[in-house]
């Protein structure tokens, strides 16, 4: 499985980016995506995560009311991360994720090469 994110760049505190992650290598119908967030020094800590199946997703506590993630159809294998009300704490680099098996310690099967968002203030 091959994951590539796609959307990060600067952005002004209170606006909005979306992210895009595509899949792609092999049938996958049963694997949750998610996205997770890095910045230097710190830890990978999770942002979103969606049932490709159902459309169920579920959020951090920062990013909730802010952050939407999608998509499009239970077939489709790009999922997308709307980010609405950006703040400056919001600036990491984000991971796309396949197959997550656990938020905290972070845990997945497949990882994208990661996309950084950048919130200036």
């Known amino acids: 499985v091959q994951l590539q994110a796609f959307g990060g760049g600067l952005v002004q505190a209170g606006g909005s980016l979306r992210l895009s992650c595509a899949a792609s290598?092999?049938?996958?119908?049963?694997?949750?995506m998610g996205w997770f967030r890095q910045v230097p020094g710190k830890e990978r800590e999770f942002v979103a995560v969606?049932?490709?199946?159902?459309?169920?997703?579920?959020y951090a506590d920062s990013v909730k009311g802010r952050f939407t993630m999608s998509r499009d159809n239970a077939e489709s294998t790009t999922v997308y991360l709307q980010m609405n009300s950006l703040k400056a704490e919001d600036t990491a680099t984000y991971y796309c994720?396949?197959?997550?098996?656990?938020?905290?310690?972070?845990?997945?099967?497949?990882w994208g090469q990661g996309t950084l968002v950048t919130v200036s203030s």
């Open positions: 969606i049932n490709r199946a159902t459309g169920t997703t579920d």
């Open positions: 290598g092999r049938t996958f119908s049963s694997y949750t």
């Open positions: 994720a396949a197959g997550i098996r656990s938020r905290a310690p972070v845990k997945s099967d497949y």
